[in-house]
């Protein structure tokens, strides 16, 4: 229901006042005019008998004269003269048309004012309910919204503590990872030049075969005499260096026999020892 109030001016400078009250498919009209009143309350036949004339739906006729009662537009005028509403609807060339025209019964001026006092008062308390409806929805919905953007910064930290804690993971996993790629690159690169390991190859120099009597020579002139060493240790050591005689020692012991003979033969015997 939409009701709509509004003061018309006559070309005589006179004025009235028209309330219209619209229903789903009705409209209630109330005019003032100085102490007298005037009352139509309609029904959907009789506006769609004058449809029917403007050749209009009752939907579209009805909005447009919704319209002309909630702000006249330039392309109608409404007046009002001896008891008679008259809406027309202005044409391109300045002419008028009639698009409405309603007969309203004469009322008694004060009860049709206390009637629209009463309405007044009445629409002004369900607004005002209303109102306060809204106000108490809007401080609810403020609260929800409070409490809902709080758990949301909760919700916001936390999500930052998650995400570097996730992050730290990922690096610690990814540098692992890093290192293990790394080390089975070494180890290609390391087949891919001939070495079956990582670590540098060390050149061993071959070292030359020598006999016993040589090594013991040897071994002896690098040895030093030790400071703590007693006498027989040392006799012990002098024997066993003599007792070990080459080839040619053993020959001479063991056969009696001149060494020039022995040089004109021919081979001559090896001295040598394997």
Known sequence: MLKYYRRISRQNGTFCRVNA??????????????????????????????????????????????????????????DFQAGEL?????????????????????????????????????????????????????????????????????????KEKEDKSLINKFIAILNEKKQHIQHLNDILIAFRQGRPTINHSIAIKPQKRKNKTSYIKNKHKKMKTPQSSSESEEENREKNIQAYNTDEEKIEENFDFNLDDIDSMSPKPSTSRF
Do not use: G
């Not at 008998?49 to 579209?60: M, V």
């Not at 006249?72 to 409404?78: A, D, Y």
């Open 21 to 78: 009250i619209f229903h789903d498919d009705a409209i209630d009209l109330t005019v003032l005019e100085d102490t007298k009143a005037w009352k139509w309350n309609s029904n959907k036949e009789s506006i769609l008998e004058q449809a029917l004339k403007q050749q209009k739906s009752f939907k579209d006729y009805y909005e447009n004269l919704r319209k002309c009662f909630c702000n006249e537009p330039k392309e109608m005028t409404l």
């Open 86 to 158: 008259n809406i027309q609807l202005v044409l391109k060339n300045n002419m008028k048309v009639e698009y409405f025209r309603v007969k309203l019964m004469p009322t008694y001026f004060p009860d049709t004012i206390y009637s629209l006092l009463d309405n007044i008062v009445k629409c002004n308390t369900e607004l005002s309910n209303e109102i306060n409806n809204i106000n108490t929805q809007c401080t609810t919905v403020q609260n929800n919204c409070n409490l809902l953007q709080q758990k949301m910064d909760e919700f916001l930290i936390r």
